[in-house]
């Protein structure tokens, strides 16, 4: 006997767990069902979650009023209650299928305020309508902020208050217990502090999860600029390199076949450009050097006042043996003293890219013109040429960042994003980038920088 007994404690303990583990899953199911991944911030999905956890509460305790009331026979209460049912569920209905998630929340909490000053005029439910009072300060603090929360349950309070004072001996008026009233009172003050504090603790924390969240998209789009900027640097180098190593190569293999079918000055007028060849390719791989710096593991950014003219003159530098071979001549106009505050590395590497389209589309005897004039705070930056130009088709891919790449008047050749890799610092000095060219008539490349103070 005692060990039957014992089967059917432990079959009804195991039927007791089980069937909290259920009603924990139906719970958390309906709290969650809200799709609060359409809502973007954590403000907003708590919000979400909150007021879907209020609404079944409230459908919850109006059905049991209805039930109530249905059994004592109140109608006038019953109405009132199947009246602010049917606008919790068209409120639900705005919520969960439109999303209007802030205007609903505001309204149910005026809803539920409006309930409870009614059952406290006219007595609520057998007489008990001040303990409905503390169904406020969670719904309107959680879902209203701890401001307008306060706001909500202030009016509430000194309305009720004043109601109370005018109407307490009046015949139609409730019967409250002023010990009653008292004791509410004060667990109303508590629980409302116990939601502000709630409230106050999760925007501390929000604050600190909203932080940590940018400096993890600062981190990974670093990384992924980094990445980006690595390969678009490396392609910069070989962009500038290739024509220079290719002029290297073949002077080199005319040396090498026909050293002894030159003549002196020939031979030394060659060993010449092959120097100043291998002096324009060590700058630029100082430059690569320089840049991609491992310590900050991306290239740095040191904006500082510089002559603009002083970089004219190394890029002219730079590239003089092809601007001589192709007989181009260079116009100059700017200001001697003009000075604008921006990265060296990057506005040397603008102007290389922008130098080196130029004379890779001129045209033999051609001519390139540099031009640079104040604007307020920024200087205008004009490169332009009388060479192939671009299609309209070809503009349209750069202006809107497509890489590709076509052979220039002598059929050099490019990587195809020189345009792209200007564009990349110039957005990183906050400037502006504008291309204009037609086909055979040359291309106008102009850009901004800031002026140093």
């Known amino acids: 006997m005692s060990f039957s007994l014992q089967i059917v404690r432990n079959d009804v303990y195991w039927l007791f767990i089980l069937s909290i583990v259920k009603l924990k899953e139906f719970f958390k199911q309906v709290i969650f069902s809200v799709d609060s991944y359409s809502y ?38 019953l109405i009132v209650t199947i009246l602010g049912l049917v606008a919790g569920l068209i409120q639900y209905y705005f919520f969960r299928i439109k999303q209007a998630l802030y205007p609903i929340a505001g309204i149910f909490v005026i809803t539920i305020t409006a309930l409870v000053v009614f059952f406290v005029l006219a007595g609520g439910v057998d007489h008990t309508a001040l303990v409905f009072s503390l169904l406020i300060p969670v719904p309107a603090i959680l879902l209203l902020g701890r401001r307008n929360g306060l706001i909500v349950l202030g009016v509430f309070l000194i309305l009720n208050t004043f109601i109370f004072i005018l109407f307490k001996n009046a015949t139609w008026f409730p019967d409250y217990d002023l010990h009653l009233v008292g ?19 999760f925007g501390v924390l929000y604050q600190g999860l909203e932080k940590l969240s940018e400096s993890l998209k600062f981190s990974q789009q670093r990384y992924k600029t980094l990445a980006v900027n690595k390969e678009k640097f490396v392609s910069l180098i070989s962009h500038s390199l290739g024509d220079h190593i290719g002029k290297f190569a073949e002077i080199a293999a005319t040396l090498h076949e026909q050293y002894h079918d030159l003549s002196e000055p020939k031979r030394r007028q060659l060993i010449k450009k092959l120097a100043n060849i291998s002096r324009q390719n060590r700058k630029l791989l100082d430059d690569l050097q320089e840049w991609a710096t ?115 008047t002598w059929m050099e050749t490019g990587t195809g994003i020189g345009l792209i890799l200007v564009k990349l610092f110039l957005q990183k000095h906050q400037c502006d980038f504008h291309v204009e060219s037609r086909k055979g008539e040359g291309t106008e490349v102009i850009f901004t920088l800031p002026l140093a103070e």
């Open 183 to 201: 004791r509410i009172a004060i667990v109303f003050i508590l629980v409302s502090l116990t939601a502000y504090a709630n409230e106050y603790v």
């Open 40 to 77: 973007r911030g954590i403000e907003e999905k708590k919000k979400s979650i909150l007021l879907n956890l209020f609404f079944n509460f409230y459908f919850l305790v109006l059905t049991g009023f209805i039930l109530f009331n249905i059994a004592i026979g109140n109608f006038f209460f």
């Open 294 to 408: 491992v310590q900050s593991d991306t290239i740095p950014f040191v904006p500082k006042p510089i002559k603009l003219e002083k970089i004219y003159r190394e890029v002219i530098e730079l590239y003089n043996p092809l601007i001589e071979e192709k007989k181009l001549s260079f116009f100059l106009k700017m200001k001697s003293n003009s000075e604008v505050f921006a990265d060296e590395n990057m506005v040397g590497a603008i102007l290389r890219g922008l130098v080196s389209n130029a004379i890779k589309f001129s045209f033999t005897g051609g001519e390139v013109r540099i031009s640079a004039r104040e604007d307020q705070d920024k200087m205008i930056v004009t490169v332009s040429d009388k060479g192939a130009g671009m299609s309209g088709e070809d503009l349209m891919r750069v202006n809107a960042s497509f890489s590709f790449s076509t052979e220039g």
